[in-house]
Every structure is written in structure tokens, then in C-alpha cells.
């Protein structure tokens, strides 16, 4: 059992920046994928971005360019950094694990991430 937990959303301006944690309650060294993915209200849960257990990343369109994800073995922390923030961005972000490569099997609670001015 791995249990997740986000941090480090919040408020900003169009075009701010926020970065957001994930702390696994166990090693992610083996973990084949840690990622995000991301609900707005009123639409389905979208996926953002994901590392590797190489260090390998994919983004999704809307958001390669923009964001950074990464990963710290050691630290257990999957990190999302957030540029050049829009308010379509606004959701709850939900860290995600899929240990072996056949779909998410751990989903952290979320965290908030309101983009406005």
C-alpha cells in the first residue's frame, strides 16, 4: 500500500508559477510511473504529466512547455513545477502512482490550484 500526499497548491495570478509535492508513505525507486492528474469542476479528471522510474517524462499537450515534473528516489517526492499559469490550469491536482505499468493503482487526495486575479 502506497499512500500519497499533495501539497503545495494555492492561489496565483495568470501567469504565476506554484509547485506542487507528492510524498509517498513508502520507496518509489521501483514504481514504474508517478504522475498528475488534474479535475477542473464540471469536467473529468485529465492527465498531466508523468516521470518514470528512469527519469523519463510525458506532458500533455496543454501543458508541455509549461510544466516540469520530477521525481527524488531518495526523498520519495514526486515534484510538479507550474509556469506561465493560466486559469484553464485551475483544478484539483491528484498525484498519482502505477507501479508496475498497467494503470494507476494509488491516487493521493488532491490539492487545490486556483489560478485568477
Known amino acids: 500500500q502506497v499512500q500519497l500526499v499533495e501539497s503545495g497548491g494555492g492561489l496565483v495570478q495568470p501567469g504565476g508559477s506554484l509547485r506542487l509535492s507528492c510524498a509517498a508513505s513508502t520507496s518509489i525507486f521501483s514504481i514504474r510511473y508517478m504522475g498528475w492528474y488534474r479535475q477542473a469542476p464540471g469536467k473529468e479528471r485529465e492527465w498531466v504529466a508523468l516521470?518514470?522510474?528512469?527519469?523519463?517524462?510525458m506532458y500533455a499537450a496543454s501543458v508541455k512547455g509549461r510544466f516540469t515534473i520530477s521525481r527524488d528516489n531518495a526523498k520519495s517526492t514526486v515534484d510538479l513545477q507550474m509556469i506561465s499559469l493560466k486559469p484553464e490550469d485551475a483544478a484539483v491536482y491528484y498525484c498519482?502512482?502505477?507501479?508496475?505499468?498497467?494503470?494507476?493503482?494509488?491516487w493521493g487526495k488532491g490539492t487545490t490550484v486556483t489560478v485568477s486575479s
Open positions: 516521470v518514470t522510474s528512469s527519469g523519463s517524462t
Open positions: 498519482y502512482a502505477d507501479p508496475q505499468g498497467y494503470g494507476v493503482k494509488y
